[in-house]
């Protein structure tokens, strides 16, 4: 449920930003819807459904069509659904704050200008995943159930943040001439404010250079959209619903989940861009689905049965059998 409210409001946050980065950059520029669609994941699909990268496609795709399974109806669709399977687990609060989203993104469904101007849409679905987030921490308890929420959408942050920050240096700019240019500068403005980001790098470190953004949404420990402060509270809540101290683990989760966690405790900026930060966000993306399946595995796979010896059947079927074969005059 969590991860799917996340990452509705990170689509939204992505259509946003590049719809204002389209507008100020101009057509001149060239098509920018083409590689948000490779942020998400699901250019093969998008190509699939439609022959081009236009404005009205990428929104739709993203927003509304429901054949894109992680378009913002069909994630809010799912959330809906797992809500309902736990309803007893989640408070009256956050049910009737999840129906409220739903509901408003279904209707938005019929509103044409939302292909051509998605900046008042996407601001209603951000609000959206933010109320429902303050209604969780100020309703649950802090049991159970209230950590494996965070430890969702603390997953889905940190895969967002990474896809976001992968498309700027791989897609967005594949030439060196561009480098230092006004639609350099844009870009990477456009890079933090998707993550909401721009004001707290500011406060940070002032002036906007790529290593340090990038060392910022990846390393950063106070940042709440940063891969290292969403895997650092993954972890906390991972522990806390298995009881396991910290530094030791007994699922195959926890050990997943604690090597790549010491990863970015000890990495280094330098290094990651020697070696190449696609590589090196390419092999974070693989890892953390490794997480999830693992947690998935601990916690959620029904297990299969075991193998039970084979009986033999009662005398009265073995007789019934028999007599069902043809003999051999027939």
Not at 52 to 67: C, G, M, S
Not at 134 to 139: H, L, R
Not at 250 to 268: I, K, P
Request: proline share 5%; glycine share 6%; aromatic share 8%.
């Amino acid at each position: 449920m969590s991860r799917c409210v996340e990452r509705a409001e990170n689509i939204a946050r992505s259509i946003d930003v590049n719809y204002n980065l389209a507008l100020d950059l101009g057509p001149e520029m060239g098509n920018h819807w083409g590689p948000l669609i490779s942020t998400t994941g699901d250019h093969e699909k998008f190509y699939a459904l439609y022959d081009d990268a236009t404005q009205r496609n990428v929104i739709w795709f993203l927003t509304f069509d429901e054949k894109n399974p992680n378009s913002i109806i069909s994630c809010l669709n799912s959330a809906r659904e797992n809500a309902r399977m736990v309803r007893e687990m989640i408070s009256s609060q956050m049910w009737e704050e999840l129906n409220k989203f739903h509901i408003m993104v279904r209707q938005a469904r019929n509103d044409e200008n939302i292909l051509t101007t998605p900046f008042e849409f996407c601001g209603k679905v951000k609000l959206g995943g933010s109320l429902l987030e303050g209604v969780a921490e100020s309703t649950m308890s802090r049991g159970e159930a209230w950590h494996f929420r965070r430890l969702g959408l603390s997953i889905e942050r940190a895969d967002k943040t990474s896809r976001i920050l992968d498309v700027k240096y791989y897609l967005l700019l594949p030439n060196v001439s561009d480098v230092g240019t006004p639609i350099d500068s844009n870009q990477w403005v456009a890079l933090l404010k998707s993550v909401s980001a721009l004001e707290m790098y500011r406060k940070e470190h002032g002036r906007i250079t790529p290593t340090q953004v990038a060392e910022f949404l990846i390393f950063d420990r106070d940042f709440p959209r940063s891969m290292h402060f969403c895997l650092i509270r993954a972890e906390d809540s991972l522990l806390a619903i298995t009881g396991t101290k910290p530094g030791t683990y007994r699922t195959l989760a926890e050990q997943r989940m604690g090597r790549l966690r010491s990863e970015l405790d000890y990495g280094n900026i330098a290094e990651i861009i020697s070696d190449g930060i696609h590589e090196f966000i390419d092999a974070f993306q693989e890892r953390l689905n490794l997480v999830g399946e693992a947690i998935h595995e601990s916690f959620f796979a029904v297990p299969p049965p075991p193998d039970l010896p084979m009986e033999s059947p009662p005398e009265s079927a073995q007789s019934q059998t028999q007599s069902m074969e043809p003999s051999a005059t027939a």
